[in-house]
């Protein structure tokens, strides 16, 4: 029996050590607009191999825009090597916050984003980051195209109506 009890708090403690590395799955909510990340530790684990794995699942099939935005302790970023889903982003950091930018990206039940976060810890004794990932549909939804038909409509009979008053 106490054979069986170490064995399940080995279990638990390796899986607990699991969760403060910088690798994480992140389940998206898609009725949000922004979803939140995270990953402080006292261990070797963040960064390791100068990269995390963050993979976000839960996005529905289709094309999205996609922006990150972290803030670090004790960390460097590698804006040129963090990619997400295999594309280099755009880089639209300041000296505190790394923003990135993906356009376009496609999307699909299966298969996650997969953010590769690079970088390189300067201070192992504060080392963490915090960031969000806002997706926004890069595909219209049906009623813009209504409202821009609808806008050049009026625009037509405005110009015609204007013709012939000439």
Not at 6 to 16: D, R
Not at 19 to 39: C, R
Not at 87 to 112: C, H, M, N, R, W
Not at 118 to 140: L, R
């Amino acid at each position: 029996m106490k054979l069986k009890n170490f064995a399940v708090a080995s279990l638990l403690a390796a899986t607990s050590a699991a969760a403060f590395a910088g690798d994480q799955t992140v389940v998206l909510d898609l009725s949000k607009n922004i979803n939140y990340f995270d990953a402080s530790t006292e261990t070797s684990a963040l960064l390791s191999g100068g990269s995390d794995v963050i993979s976000f699942i839960g996005a529905t099939p289709g094309k999205y825009d996609v922006t990150i935005t972290i803030s670090g302790q004790g960390i460097k970023f590698d804006g040129e090597a963090t990619t997400l889903n295999g594309v280099a982003a755009e880089d639209f950091s300041t000296l505190y916050t790394k923003k990135y930018s993906f356009i376009g990206l496609d999307a699909s039940a299966s298969a996650p984003f997969v953010l590769n976060l690079a970088g390189e810890i300067k201070d192992f004794k504060v080392a963490g980051y915090s960031g969000e990932i806002t997706i926004t549909s890069a595909v219209p939804e049906p009623t813009t195209y209504g409202m821009l038909l609808g806008g050049l409509g009026i625009m037509g009979f405005l110009a015609r109506r204007k013709s012939k008053q000439a």
